[in-house]
């Protein structure tokens, strides 16, 4: 397992899909949003964690599309589905690569970036809180969604359209869980609710994504 972890954040970065292009993409999301919506700090402030959050999004959605591509064009997606190793843990092995490679560098860069967008010093700490909560269902579902268009023509448009519906309930959430942080206001069950996606998600999908790649491998 810990080969098969190694190896898939080697490839991510050798292939251009990893933290240097995501990191790159949020940089660009968050530094042009002050453009399109004035200099007005009030403003910024509030919708900061929306921001953010939204950046992290489709940050992580631009790497999806190799999770799986480069194993199944060189045959090594062959030998993960006979391997010992049960293809439920590989997949989601594959999930931990891909959140250790894409999103936990957007983690840590988050609360920086906050302040170009005027974020209240109370909202780092819980902009930090509701991603490290929320990001790994992200990539989860991401896991999934690169299983289902495996081996598609321009799969990469139709992961996108498979996938951001899905994201919707974990962007609501951790959205919510790092504004009401930053006014201070509860966020007991919105942190819950953020904590309980994420749960499910990463306990149920890799059996989906296992079973969606035992078909299209048939």
């Known amino acids: 397992m810990k080969a098969l972890l190694l190896r898939d954040m080697a490839l991510a970065v ?3 899909g990893g933290f240097g292009l995501a990191l790159a993409f949020f940089l660009i999301v968050v530094v042009l949003v002050p ?3 004035g200099p007005d700090t009030a403003l910024l402030a509030e919708i900061a964690p929306g921001i953010l959050w939204l ?3 489709l940050a992580c959605l631009l790497s999806l599309d190799r999770v799986f591509a480069l194993d199944f064009e060189d045959g090594s997606l062959d030998r993960l589905a006979t391997a010992p190793l049960p293809l439920e843990a590989a997949a989601l092995i594959k999930a931990l690569a891909h959140w250790l490679t894409t999103a936990l560098p957007l983690i840590v860069i988050a609360p920086g970036l906050g302040v170009l967008l005027s974020l209240p010093a109370s909202g780092f700490a819980w902009v930090l809180v509701s991603l490290a909560v929320g990001t790994p269902a992200l990539s989860a579902i ?6 289902l268009t495996v081996g598609l023509r321009r799969g990469g448009l139709l992961l996108s359209l498979l996938v951001l519906p899905l994201y ?5 959430f951790g959205a919510e869980v790092a504004r009401r942080g930053t006014q201070g206001l509860d966020l007991g069950p919105t942190l ?3 904590g309980g ?3 499910g998600t ?10 969606v790649l035992r078909m299209t491998l048939r």
């Open 168 to 172: 919707v309930p974990t962007l609501i």
């Open 192 to 194: 819950a609710l953020l």
């Open 14 to 16: 050798r292939a251009g």
């Open 35 to 37: 453009f399109s919506v």
């Open 197 to 199: 996606i994420t749960l």
């Open 142 to 147: 991401g896991t999934f969604g690169a299983a």
């Open 55 to 57: 950046g992290a999004l």
């Open 202 to 211: 990463v306990a149920l999908l890799p059996f989906a994504t296992a079973a």
